[in-house]
């Protein structure tokens, strides 16, 4: 795990980067700079997330496995510290652009700090324009939004109110002419209020991973080669799944023999079927 502290110029920032009309002057690096041959990914939302927000994160990020998305989010409480966890789970690099320094003593916030930890072990980077004691305060955030929307290819709101920091992202993120993807949310639902006022102004919905590929322009997979490669690429559950359907059965047994709560089973078989992992007819699920 690369850990040491790495002071960047200019000429050493992503590409994306340097071409925004207020990029830092300098950055401060833990970890190893992803690809920038991938396709970079900001994932933004409210610190409040609901469990539909959650839900959202996790099926539209597993729905990228596999492909070349790197995830960048700010670390914070709710929408940003679950897509740093889903990139995790679904093998995806990740990088996280916290709203304060990047000495230890002060990155924020405090019970993210472990997470921040498992993005390094994992191969990912922490970077911060602020200089390493820096403490969190409400300018910071405001300032590292530009960071995030900067980095990216394209930038995927998932929850904001009205008067949301996010919203502050995307707006920077149509400034800087990058693409500005939505998740829909509940009408009845604060969390979406401000989110929604970006679909009306002609942000992308999106209501599945294959929608961000079409946006990142990554064609979608026909499908592995062979079962070995498949298999690797698999999650412990979704290989749990293949094991009990070595033989169609209906999707209420195989939610039975699975044992996990019914919301994460039902998005486990959608994620699966969206990747053509499998397929459900007439309520019979089996191998594609």
Known sequence: MADDLKLLSPHEFPPLLREISDPPKQLHQRGVMPSTEHKWLAVVGSRAMTNYGKQAVRHL?????????????????GVDAEAHKAALE????????????????????????????EILKAGGTLLSEFKPEQKATDYTFPQRNRIMAGLSHATLVVEAKEKSGSLITAKLVTEYNRELLVVPGSIFSAESKGTHQFLRLGATAVTSPEDILVALGIAKREGPASWAEMREGLSADELRVFEIIHSPVSRDELIGELELPITEANVLLSTMEIKGLIVEELGVVRMR
Do not use: C, K, Q
């Open 61 to 77: 990020i597993e729905g990228l496995r596999g492909y070349p998305v790197v995830i960048v989010s700010g670390l914070a409480y």
């Open 90 to 117: 679904a093998g995806l690099t990740t990088v996280a652009v916290p709203g304060s320094g990047l000495d230890w003593n002060v990155l924020y916030p405090r019970a993210n700090v472990g997470l921040a930890r």
